[in-house]
């Protein structure tokens, strides 16, 4: 098993076990994990090709927000078994 792998099966199996309350700042953590982990290279040279007249700094703040919404969305999808009926449609 690659390292990476192993590493995101632990950061999942240890996420699915903390209480919701932790969400945020959790998420905060997971999409800084992920940004620094992966190769956002990619999503850099993306945002040039769709934005070239925004500023690097732009580009780097937006890529790294869409790293930390991701994380978001990955931390309460594995919370969803935490919430009720109500607060999922809710949400």
Do not use: C
């Not at 991701?70 to 969803?80: I, K, N, Q």
């Amino acid at each position: 098993m690659r390292l990476k792998t192993a590493v995101a099966r632990g950061v999942t199996a240890g996420l699915q076990r903390t209480p919701r309350a932790f969400t945020r700042p959790l998420a905060a953590l997971v999409g800084t994990l992920l940004w620094v982990g992966f190769d956002r290279r990619v999503a850099n040279e993306n945002l040039e090709r769709v934005y070239p007249d925004w500023p690097p700094g732009r580009r780097r703040r937006t890529a790294y927000r869409s790293y930390a919404r991701m994380a978001r969305a990955l931390v309460e999808f594995l919370h969803t078994s935490k919430y009720s009926d109500a607060e999922i449609l809710e949400r």
